[in-house]
């Protein structure tokens, strides 16, 4: 058991987050050398492979379980809420939650207006003009306006943790205007956000952006005298990831298994093939347009070229569509069998938990939160908001207790960190332009960008087990630490210097005022960070250490003060205390 004065090691992952190798003195700049010392030796103490669960003691932190309908009594209980609803919380909405209750804030949050979609966005500044039309030009821009700027926390959340479920990545839109295609696409993750789960697996099938990522835009139907078969990218991938899954599941999320222990599969190659079938004949809707064509079709439903469809029978997962069925019949008589397969619930349910709250739920949770996919109390299955509500009020998210267990908890992925960052201290964007651009590059920025995964399966797998650490040893997952390594800690957290800074992510700025104040106590400053920032995860020792770093910067003058400001924040975002979130 690791004890107060020791750092969580990286053996303790799928919620504790790896020491930063890169964060060497020698690659810190300024006024923050010091710092940089101090964080190395953070990093590099404790060790051990015991479970943290560390709370902040000098905030206070409450260990019972949260009712549902009553507000957090502590400053860290409604922290940790926000830490797992929202891409990040202002000292204004931690206040406003703490006044109010769990249950009354994600109802507000449901009702909650929307900002400017992707593609009006985009037309509004201009990306329209024929000059973009082979570019991506302003997806990034727009991409980041919404997760930082926009006033429905909890459906900007619920978005990014779709878009790594559903994935759609722009390097795989092979067309004119990706930029709108996935501005579509995220526009449909955020319409049916808080929507149901049937209602958006239409949608996303019939999006450009799906039908060209997964290559069955224009999918033909056998040819005998070619021997060409149906493309079945999207038949595979819409099973393995996005409904069903590789093996067939119990309720609770477990894999079931056969008289040999081995996991019984959920599909099979001939149910792959049936299904490609549905998934011929659809292409974009290009009707009433002229060539060059407008982003617009990119923003259309596809449509179905009967000359391109297979009409003979279509036969897969025990459902039979029979030969004759129109295109879209069978196209809802294949989402219908999909979606209401039992391992839907559990399946797609225990992704959203390790999105929102930790890598490795129990199996009860699992089960209470596929209880509600199936059935929202009123006998509708796939409702997205009985699905937020059973996860993000569920004992196991809410028991500090329960959060202090060994294998409870998630690595912060790095878009995540930057975004907790920027709305932690309201960051804008005075041209509007939002031009922090694709943060993908490892060794100089997050080694993560949304909507640019490299392949279907997301940045990081939800099965995915480092190897040779006490994780896997343990049977633990730990998604995103499979974009962790040397390089990546290292260019997060030198890029985070420079943004905190003001420089390396366009011209956003974030406003300090809230801290600024409390410049010339160290302790209060921290204090204040840790509450706002990191949802009081950061441990008084682990404060001690930074506060003696932060007051070797002489703050005599404004100058002095805000690098004050910017080293604390610099050494909080670094540390493995708030990389991972319990």
């Given amino acids: 058991m690791l004890t107060d004065h020791e750092t969580p090691s990286v053996a303790d992952a799928g919620r504790l987050p790896p020491a930063p190798p890169g964060a060497h ?31 902040n003691s000098a905030v206070g932190s409450k260990s019972a379980a949260v009712d549902a ?26 206040n406003a939650l703490m006044a109010s ?33 082979n570019s991506t030009a302003g997806l990034d821009n727009s991409l980041w306006r ?14 990014l943790a779709l878009s790594e479920i559903c994935v759609v990545s722009v390097l795989g839109v092979n067309a004119q205007w990706r930029q ?27 999006s450009p952006a799906m039908g060209y990522y997964l290559t069955y835009r224009g999918n033909l139907k056998a040819n005998p005298t070619t021997g060409s078969e149906p493309d079945e990218n999207y038949a595979r991938e819409l099973m393995q990831l996005f409904t069903i899954g590789l093996y067939q599941l119990n309720a609770d999320g477990s894999i079931k298994t056969g008289s040999n222990g081995a996991g019984l599969e959920t599909y099979h ?11 011929t004949g659809w292409n974009v809707d290009v009707s009433g347009l002229t060539a060059p064509y407008p982003p617009d079709y990119q923003m259309r439903e596809m449509v179905n070229r009967a000359s391109n469809y297979e009409t003979g029978s279509k036969v897969f997962l025990g459902t039979t569509i029979a030969a004759g069925t129109p ?44 209880a509600a996919f199936a059935n929202n109390g009123a006998g509708v299955r796939g409702d997205l908001k009985a699905v937020l509500r059973a996860i993000l009020l569920d004992t196991e998210a809410r028991d500090a207790k329960l959060a202090a267990s060994p294998s409870y908890g998630k690595l912060r992925e790095p878009v995540v960190r930057f975004l907790n960052w920027a709305r932690a201290y309201n960051a804008t964007s005075p041209s509007g332009k939002w031009a922090i651009g694709d943060t993908s590059d490892p060794a100089t920025r997050l080694g993560q960008s949304p909507m640019r995964s490299g392949s279907v399966f997301n940045f990081f797998r939800p099965g995915y087990v480092p190897p040779g650490t006490a994780l896997a040893s343990q049977s633990l997952f730990g998604p995103e630490f499979q974009i962790t390594n040397e390089s990546s800690v290292a260019g997060y957290v030198n890029w985070m210097q420079r943004v905190v800074a003001g420089s390396g992510a366009g011209d956003l700025s974030a406003d300090y005022s809230t801290l600024l104040p409390l410049a010339s106590d160290p302790l209060a400053l921290l204090t204040e960070i840790n509450q706002v920032l990191a949802g009081s995860q950061v441990s008084a ?35 493995p205390e708030y990389i991972t979130q319990k």
């Fill in 101 to 133: 209750n769990y249950a009354d804030w994600i109802t507000a949050q449901f009702n909650a207006p929307t900002s400017q979609g992707h593609c009006d966005w985009l037309k509004a500044n201009g990306y329209a003009d024929t000059s973009f039309i």
């Fill in 269 to 279: 190659q001939a149910d792959v093939s049936g299904l490609a079938r549905v998934f």
């Fill in 146 to 159: 919404k997760f930082i700027s926009s006033a429905d926390p909890l459906r900007q959340r619920m978005v």
């Fill in 180 to 206: 709108f295609s996935v501005g579509h696409y995220l526009d449909i993750l955020e319409a049916h956000a808080f929507g149901n789960y049937r209602q958006l697996l239409q949608q996303i099938t019939l």
């Fill in 327 to 370: 295109a879209l019949d069978a196209l809802n008589t294949a989402l219908d069998t999909l979606f209401n397969h039992p391992n839907l619930p559990p399946f797609i349910g225990r992704q959203l938990i390790q999105r929102l709250v930790t890598s490795n739920p129990s199996a009860a949770y699992v089960s209470r939160v596929a």
């Fill in 541 to 575: 020792a682990t404060l001690n250490l930074i506060q003696s770093a932060v007051a070797t910067i002489p703050a005599a003058t404004s100058a002095g003060q805000l690098r004050r400001v910017e080293a604390a924040l610099t050494l909080v975002l670094a540390s």
């Fill in 25 to 55: 003195p020698e690659r810190r700049m300024g006024a923050l050398a010091g710092s940089a010392a101090l964080l190395a030796s953070l990093t590099a103490c404790g060790g051990g492979e015991g479970p943290a669960g560390l709370v």
């Fill in 69 to 94: 309908a009553t507000a957090g009594t502590s400053v860290s209980d409604a922290g940790r809420f926000l830490s797992q609803a929202t891409l990040g919380y202002s000292r204004a909405d931690l």
